[in-house]
């Protein structure tokens, strides 16, 4: 699975950046495109098959996967998921609402242990990289939540990339505990 290399959180505005060199090698070797072209477009028609189960949504070169949100008592809940963005430029996710919350923002992970969460205006992925949300990264945070969430309910969020427009992504409720999707493994490329 790929990695975040690197997430810089600046002061102001407060952003996030995502990298990912092994990505953007894979991405930008043209020569292994042009060689793999007929297996690239039967990957991609596998990926459209793959959209019915709920894990992948797609919005131009952007793929959103494996949206998941943990399992709630309280009024708050944490969404979580993997932005991999095929495209050359550089995608800005500068929003999110959610019918079910009172808000929705994008936050980054405190520092400290026990500290607040940093409230960010955006995450930009670089073309070519794929970015982890992670407890430990950056997320979105649903504030006012319609009631608490239950492992194994789903629910939708709609997501704003700036230039591009808006994706609606399915979101699954795991375990409270979870550290990643269940079908974190299960693969769509």
Known sequence: MRHLLAVALLLSPVVAFAQDDQHEEEHHDHEHEEAHAADDAHDHQEDHAHDDDGHVSELGDLRVLHAWSRATSGPDALVFMSI????????????????????????????????????????????????????????????????????????????????????????????????????????HE
């Open 84 to 187: 991999d963005n095929d495209g050359e430029q550089i995608a800005v996710l500068s929003g999110a609402e959610a019918e079910m919350a009172d808000s929705a923002s994008l936050v980054g992970a405190p520092i400290n242990a026990g500290g607040d969460p940093l409230p960010l205006e955006m995450l930009e992925v670089a073309g070519g990289t794929m970015f982890d949300m992670r407890p430990d990264t950056v997320y979105i945070l649903l504030e006012g939540i319609d009631g608490p969430f239950a492992e194994g309910d789903a629910f939708e969020v709609e997501l704003e990339f700036e230039e591009l427009g808006h994706l609606h992504v399915n979101v699954d409720v795991e375990a409270e505990n979870a550290q990643q999707h269940s079908h974190a493994g299960h693969m």
